[in-house]
C-alpha cells in the first residue's frame, strides 16, 4: 500500500527525521490558510499528492511567489487528473496539496531502503545524483550509486553510515547527521512493515543542515492487520477502481492492458495462465487470483469486477481444486453468469478436488460454457474466441 508524501513526511517526523515545513490541504481556501500560517510572505511550495513520481516536470509541483498564484495553481490541480511519466495516458487524481515553506537547496541525494529478495535483506542504496530517477543514474552512471545490505542480526552498523556519507561527500557534521537519519530510517522500515522508503530528494541545506525533501513509503499489504494507523491512511482515489473492489473483498486484482480476463486460484498459477496466453498469441486483461479459501459469492463478485472492463473480450477460468473445491468454484461461476448475463465466451478448466462434481454442474447449468481439459487447451480456445 503507497501513502502521501503528506502522510509519509508526518511519519518521518514522528521518528526524528527532519522535513521542510509544511502543512497539508484539501481545498483552495485552505492552501491559502496554510500558507500564512507557515510563512508571512512568499514564496511557498505547492506540491500535488498522488502515489505517482515524476510530478514536478507534469506541473505538480510548483513554487508562487503570492497568494493569489497560490490560489490559482491550486485550483487548477484540485480535482484534476495530474498525467506523468508513471501515470500512463489516463493520469491519477490529485486528491490533496503539500503547502510548504521552500528549502534553501545545497546539494541533492538519493536515499532508500527496500528489500532485496535474493538476498532476504534490507539493503540501503543512496547516490550523489539526487532529484534524478535511479533507473536513469544506475543506467548512465552506475558508479555513483553505493549499496549496502544490512545484517539482520546486528543491524544498521555505524561504519555502514560513515562509508555512505563518506560517499556522498558530506562534512564531518553533515555525516553526524545522516548517521542519526540512516538508524531512524532503519528502525522506520521494520517497525512499520514497509517494502520501499524512498527519499529523492534528500538535501544539504545552505545552512549545512539535512532534509528529506521528499518522502516515498510503501507498506507491506500483507502485514496492514498489525498496523491500524497505517490502514487509515489508505486513499482509494489513487487506485484502479476495479482493484479498490477487489480489495473490499480479498482479492488479488491487478489490471492489464490486454482483453482475456483471467480467473485463477493461486498466485503462481495465474502468472502461468497469462504466460500461456501470451503463448498463443494473446494478452491478458488481468491478474486476478481468488485465494484458496473463496465462496460461490467471492467467485461472483470476481466475475463481475473482470466483466466490468470494457476492453474484456473473453473470459479465461483456470482453478487447481486443493484447498478450494472445483464444484464450488462451478457453482460461483454459475451464479456469477446468471447474475451478470454476459454474453461474453467463457473457458472454463477445472483440475483438482470435486472436478468431476464441478464439471458436471457446468454441464447441466444450461450455460454456453467453454470446457478445456487443460491449460494449453483453454488459453489456445480464449484467445481464439477472444478475436471474434
Not at 463481475?304 to 474484456?312: C, G, M, Q, R, T
Request: aromatic residues 6%; glycine residues 8%; negative net charge.
Amino acid at each position: 500500500m503507497n501513502i502521501h508524501e503528506y502522510q509519509a513526511k508526518k511519519i518521518f517526523a514522528d521518528y526524528g527525521i527532519p522535513i521542510p515545513l509544511g502543512l497539508p490541504a484539501f481545498t483552495v481556501a485552505e492552501a491559502v490558510q496554510r500558507a500564512e500560517s507557515l510563512s508571512n510572505s512568499a514564496p511557498w511550495m505547492i506540491k500535488a499528492q498522488l502515489h505517482s513520481g515524476g510530478r514536478g516536470k507534469a506541473g505538480g509541483v510548483q513554487k508562487v511567489h503570492s497568494l493569489q498564484d497560490l490560489s490559482n495553481v491550486a485550483q487548477k490541480l484540485l480535482g484534476s487528473r495530474l498525467v506523468t511519466h508513471q501515470t500512463g495516458a489516463q493520469g491519477q487524481w490529485v486528491s490533496g496539496l503539500l503547502i510548504e515553506v521552500p528549502t534553501a537547496i545545497d546539494k541533492e541525494f538519493y536515499l532508500s531502503f527496500l528489500i532485496d529478495r535474493s538476498q532476504q535483506r534490507i539493503v540501503i542504496i543512496a547516490s550523489i545524483a539526487g532529484g534524478m530517477d535511479i533507473e536513469q543514474v544506475a543506467a548512465q552512471s552506475p558508479d555513483k550509486i553505493i549499496q549496502r545490505t544490512i545484517d539482520p542480526i546486528v543491524g544498521i552498523q555505524e561504519y555502514q553510515c560513515r562509508e555512505i556519507a563518506f560517499a556522498l561527500q558530506l562534512n564531518t557534521d553533515q555525516r553526524r547527521q545522516l548517521s542519526g537519519i540512516l538508524k531512524a530510517l532503519y528502525r522506520l522500515f521494520l517497525e512499520n512493515d514497509l517494502n520501499l522508503l524512498e527519499i529523492n530528494p534528500l538535501v544539504t541545506t545552505q545552512s549545512g543542515q539535512l532534509l528529506a525533501l521528499d518522502a516515498k513509503l510503501t507498506i507491506d499489504d500483507n502485514a496492514l492487520y498489525r498496523h491500524s494507523e497505517l490502514q487509515s491512511l489508505y486513499d482509494a482515489t489513487q487506485q484502479d477502481e476495479k482493484e479498490h473492489n477487489a480489495r473490499q473483498f480479498d482479492l488479488n486484482y491487478i489490471a492489464l492492458d490486454g482483453n482475456i480476463a483471467c480467473m485463477v486460484n493461486g498466485a503462481g498459477l495465474a502468472m502461468a495462465t497469462m504466460d500461456v496466453i501470451k503463448l498463443h498469441g494473446g494478452e491478458p486483461a488481468n491478474f486476478l487470483d481468488v485465494g484458496g479459501n473463496t465462496t460461490a459469492d467471492r467467485v461472483t463478485e470476481a466475475f463481475k469486477i473482470i466483466l466490468s472492463d470494457p476492453k474484456v473480450t473473453a473470459i479465461l477460468i483456470n482453478i487447481f481444486g486443493g484447498i478450494v473445491r472445483c464444484d464450488l468454484i462451478a457453482a460461483g461461476v454459475i451464479q456469477a453468469v446468471k447474475e451478470t448475463a454476459t454474453q461474453l465466451p467463457v473457458v472454463v478448466r477445472l483440475e483438482g478436488t470435486n472436478v468431476e462434481q464441478g464439471k458436471n454442474l457446468l454441464k447441466e447449468s444450461g450455460l454456453t460454457l467453454i470446457p478445456a481439459d487443460n491449460l494449453d487447451e483453454a488459453a489456445q480456445k480464449a484467445v481464439q474466441l477472444s478475436r471474434h
